[in-house]
């Protein structure tokens, strides 16, 4: 069984940093893209941040140059370090998993990051 859990979300200060943590199991990590994506009420799921098998990364705008995304396919878990937190980027942020060839898709149950003073 397939399962995608995220980790490592809470409160913090505008211009603190968090380390979201997603692990997976029951697949084969290696041959699946990862992704953060975010969402808050009343508004569309959002990419945040992708990783894809070969490591090659990819961000919306708004967190370029203060997010990055890794993978440690060693540990099945993908990480995202969020720098210069700002109040906007208060959100629930969920893990994404796609297989390469796409047949499959899976997404974590999300974690909670409040940036507030």
């Known amino acids: 069984q397939v399962q995608v859990v995220e980790s490592g979300g809470g409160l913090v200060q505008p211009g603190g940093s968090l380390r979201l943590s997603c692990a997976a199991s029951?697949?084969?990590?290696?041959?699946?893209?990862m992704g953060w994506y975010r969402q808050v009420p009343g508004k569309q799921r959002e990419l945040v941040a992708t990783?894809?098998?070969?490591?090659?990364?990819n961000y919306t705008d708004s967190v370029k140059g203060r997010f990055t995304i890794s993978r440690d396919n060693a540990k099945n878990t993908v990480y995202l370090q969020m720098n210069s937190l700002k109040p906007e980027d208060t959100a629930v942020y969920y893990c994404?998993?796609?297989?390469?060839?796409?047949?499959?898709?899976?997404w974590g149950q999300g974690t909670q990051v409040t940036v507030s003073s």
């Open positions: 994404n998993a796609e297989i390469i060839t796409g047949a499959y898709n899976y």
């Open positions: 029951g697949m084969t990590f290696k041959m699946y893209h």
């Open positions: 990783i894809n098998t070969a490591g090659r990364t």
